[in-house]
């Protein structure tokens, strides 16, 4: 009893934030602001304990309720005069800022104005966290995204990798990628969108929600569909929880343009559009090479120069689908592949299984619509008995 | 009286940061996070209402924390106390379960003798906010508070 009245004496949010239930509820610790940010999200436990709370927490009511543990922590990163120079090469470097770039690099063939932004909001990160330093104010800034741009140009592949950078950058706790399309959100009678859009929401928490062709959330063909109640409940998150996820919203250009004309909010609240550009036939031949090295196999030079006629006749034909095309034809070049080397019998080696030959390339459906370039017949033959 | 139930109740009350990192531990550990509360504080009632469903797939604390902000802002008046089930076999039972909100003003309780035959005495716990109805126990005897 006695000790209870001391704890509530001493202003600490002890008794201070849950008993007092004000407005606000709970002073939340928002993992970004501070330099402890992603330490702390690194070790849950560590926090609990007042390891590590969120760094310098600006929010009014959080003020004076620093556990022993934040303010040690803020020792070793502490409050910068306003005269002191700070290396920023330096601070980049603690952050892994290049490191996660340079993968990002790696990883992704063109995507030039992408990966542009990226390396924006990591240097907004970075620069975000030194005003903190210099008791400058450094609001997080909203990361909602909107990716528009043909089919297989990477949207989701960016996606899943952006929550990865997200976290490493200290901006999301934990950086998961959830993945949602409009039979995850919207329900089938009353009453039943909100607690299921709820649940996704709760579920992307601390990572990245996608939204694939959002635009199915709105029908404007039938008032009484329930995805206005999800979108409703989409944007109230979006801006309540704004340390707490990021939303992508994925699709088509054109389809997600009449999808924003009718939610303005949604469009204003987004602030990233990000197009993605489609992919040039040299973009498209790396994503095939890498694509190939990373199942082990290798082209043969003349199978490299028919393949490379092969995407630019894919290209000119219906439903080409960018690097998931190519997928799809590097999946029958290896059927091709197997088939030839089955058909053919006796004694096969290495080489020859991770080789692809001209023929294996030659053999597709594409070249047989125009005019074959170079076909050899007795090719031809041979892959008659297997197709 | 405060009442003291669960893990952490010598403590003194857990800041939100506090409360957060909890739920992360119970995350990572696989447990289903639960929100529930009551205004019965006797001992033996452990089955208090729950708010909401457990929640299953959640992956961060912010979310388990949005529904205990939720909770307590929704019943200020009574205790609210967070709960992690441990489904994995062998175990599937309560793992972690702490108090995170609690009425200003608790009463307390009051020791009940009742002599029975034999001169022996029965004794029993009585929560005196139980006196009044369910619902209007703690907060201002008029009812609800604005």
């Known amino acids: 009893m006695k000790r209870d009245r001391e704890v509530k004496g001493d202003g600490e949010v002890g008794e201070g934030a849950l008993a007092r239930r004000d407005a606000r509820g709970f002073a939340m610790p928002r993992p970004g602001t501070g330099p402890a940010g992603a330490a702390a999200a690194a070790d849950g436990m560590g926090r609990a304990h007042g390891g590590q709370a969120a760094g310098p927490d600006r929010q009014p009511g959080a003020g004076p309720d620093r556990t022993p543990g934040a303010r040690a922590d803020d020792g070793d990163r ?194 990233h559009h990000i197009d993605f550009p489609d992919f040039g036939i040299c973009d498209l031949m790396e994503i095939a090479e890498r694509m190939l090295s990373r199942e082990e196999y290798r082209l043969s030079p003349q199978a490299a120069v028919a393949f490379r006629e092969y995407v630019a006749l894919r290209m000119r034909q219906p439903r080409f689908a960018g690097a998931r095309s190519i997928r799809n034809a590097i999946d029958r070049l290896r059927l091709r592949q197997a088939g030839r080397l089955v058909a053919a019998g006796g004694q096969v080696g290495r080489a020859d299984l991770v080789e692809i030959t001209e023929a294996d390339v030659r053999g597709s459906r594409v070249f047989g619509d125009g005019s074959p370039p170079a076909r050899p017949a007795a090719l031809d033959g041979s892959l008659g008995q297997i197709a | 009286m405060r009442i003291t139930q669960g893990t952490f109740s010598y403590l003194p009350d857990l800041t939100a940061n506090e409360i957060m990192g909890q739920i992360q531990y119970a995350i990572d550990r696989g447990w289903a996070v639960a929100v529930e509360f009551t205004d019965d ?56 379960s702490f108090i995170v909100s609690r009425p200003v003003p608790e009463p307390g309780f009051r020791l009940d003798r009742q002599e029975a035959g034999d001169r022996r005495i029965r004794y029993s716990l009585h929560p005196y906010a139980a006196d009044r109805p369910s619902g209007e126990r703690y907060g201002h005897p008029n009812g609800r508070r604005g």
């Open chain 2, 41 to 96: 504080p006797h001992p033996r009632n452990v089955l208090w209402e729950m708010w909401g469903l457990p929640m299953f797939e959640i992956s961060d604390a912010s979310a388990a924390m949005h529904e205990v902000t939720a909770c307590v802002q929704a019943w200020p008046d009574h205790y609210v106390r967070v709960s992690a089930y441990d489904a994995s076999l062998g175990r599937q039972t309560t793992a972690l």
């Open chain 1, 78 to 271: 502490e409050r910068l005069p306003a005269d002191a120079l700070v290396d920023l090469d330096r601070e980049g470097k603690a952050l892994q800022i290049s490191g996660v770039l340079e993968r990002l690099d790696a990883e992704f063939v063109g995507l030039s104005p992408v990966k542009e932004r990226v390396r924006e909001i990591a240097a907004l990160l970075l620069v975000d966290r030194l005003r903190a330093r210099y008791a400058l104010s450094s609001s997080r800034p909203s990361l909602h995204m909107c990716f528009t741009g043909s089919p297989g140009t990477g949207k989701t592949t960016m996606a899943m990798h952006l929550g990865e950078l997200l976290h490493e950058l200290g901006y999301l706790r934990k950086g998961q990628l959830v993945t949602a399309t409009r039979d995850d959100l919207v329900g089938q009678y009353v009453g039943h969108t909100a607690p299921k859009t709820k649940e996704v929401l709760k579920r992307a928490m601390g990572g990245v929600l996608l939204i694939d062709e959002a635009y199915y959330l709105y029908r404007p063909d039938n008032e009484r569909d329930y995805g206005q109640e999800a979108i409703e409940i989409l944007l109230q998150f979006m801006e309540a929880h704004r340390d707490d996820l990021v939303v992508i919203l994925a699709g088509y250009k054109e389809r997600m343009d009449v999808f924003f004309c009718s939610n303005p909010g949604m469009a204003s609240r987004i602030g």
